[in-house]
């Protein structure tokens, strides 16, 4: 079991910066592969950034490559997202996921166990 707690979010000009963090309680972080989704209302959740366990390996959506970049710290039991270059169409709720016992979780929310409550990007155009 892994508690997931986000923080990091908030109300941000278009092309200004964020960085959240998803921080771990629970059973060792650096045995877990960490996502990060977004959702906006009346849309299913949305694959950001994916990180493998050691972090040597990482995944973008489209939409994000070259401006997020996800990173984890595990002798802090924490991932971070730094989000640059913020579009208005980054809004949403963030939410960061953690799979069980496994080098890398993927792309898919589905593929997912653990996940915290989620913090507001918001960015103004």
């Known amino acids: 079991q892994v508690q997931l707690v986000e923080s990091g979010g908030g109300l941000v000009q278009a092309g200004g910066s964020l960085r959240l963090s998803c921080a771990a309680s629970g059973r060792t972080y650096s045995r877990y592969g960490i996502g990060w989704f977004r959702q906006t209302p009346g849309k299913e959740r949305e694959f950001v950034a994916a990180?493998?366990?050691?972090?040597?390996?990482?995944d973008y959506a489209d939409s994000v490559k070259g401006r997020f970049t996800i990173s984890r710290d595990n002798a802090k039991n924490t991932v971070y997202l730094q989000m640059n270059s913020l579009k208005p169409e980054d809004t949403a709720v963030y939410y960061c996921?953690?799979?069980?016992?496994?080098?890398?979780?993927?792309?898919?929310?589905?593929?997912?166990?653990?996940w915290g409550q989620g913090t507001q990007v918001t960015v103004s155009s």
């Open positions: 996921a953690a799979r069980g016992d496994t080098y890398y979780g993927g792309t898919d929310f589905k593929n997912y166990d653990y």
């Open positions: 990180i493998s366990r050691s972090g040597g390996h990482t």
